[in-house]
């Protein structure tokens, strides 16, 4: 079978909305405050994740729960998509979901573990620790920036304060101060000093 390029790109297209709008709606909407957000929630539930996450940075979904989800989401849509388009069109959409979600697991991950290597890695860190450590409501979009200029919540970049606790190791030198490199991104709060709320 031969994928088709186009249903493939709608699939990927439509993950990049399904990312935005889990983010903004189910990690920050209504419920989201009357979650727990305690490390270590492992229930499955999309929203207490985020939480924990926002909690503590360096804490992630276990990736055998993402696994077992895309497991069950993406041949479920081609399933579903295969009734409406065809199989050749309903799989390759299903697979362009698939990839861009993949995709997107390992960019956000990255953006909290690894120092950027180019200007796009470099924009998701600055957009998404401002998302974390200025406007938590806002840069819902990890990967893109289409849906929150769309819908009113891009935040520009301006200098992003990170607190300490959160600071990605390949942020700071070995004293522990903001690498020179980035200096003109981000910067540490003075001690005592209040930050954004993290939820």
């Given amino acids: ?3 088709s390029a ?11 909305l399904a990312e ?5 709606f189910v990690g920050h909407g209504p419920r989201a405050s009357k979650r727990s957000g305690k490390r270590g929630v492992l229930d499955g539930d999309f929203g207490s994740e985020h939480q924990a996450h926002h909690t503590d940075t360096r804490y992630f979904t276990p990736t055998p729960h993402k696994i077992r989800a ?10 579903v998509s295969s009734l409406f388009v065809g199989p050749r069109r309903g799989i390759s959409f299903a697979l362009g979901f698939g990839v861009a979600y993949a995709s997107y697991e390992i960019i956000h991950r990255r953006t909290h573990t690894h120092a950027p290597r180019g200007a796009y890695s470099r924009w998701t860190r600055k957009n998404h620790l401002a ?5 938590p409501h806002m840069n819902h979009g990890v990967t893109s920036p289409v849906w929150d200029h769309l819908f ?4 520009p970049h301006a200098k992003i304060r990170v607190p300490r606790r959160h600071a990605p190791d390949w942020l700071l030198d070995p004293a522990g101060q903001v690498r020179p490199e980035y200096s003109d ?7 005592g000093a209040r930050t954004v709320a993290q939820a």
């Fill in 152 to 155: 009113g919540t891009h935040l």
């Fill in 185 to 191: 991104d981000y910067e540490l709060p003075e001690p």
């Fill in 6 to 16: 186009l249903s493939f790109a709608a699939g990927a297209a439509t993950w990049s």
């Fill in 131 to 135: 998302h974390h450590f200025t406007n």
């Fill in 20 to 24: 935005y709008a889990l983010h903004r």
């Fill in 70 to 79: 895309a497991a069950i989401a993406v041949p479920a849509l081609a399933a």
């Fill in 1 to 3: 079978m031969i994928v």
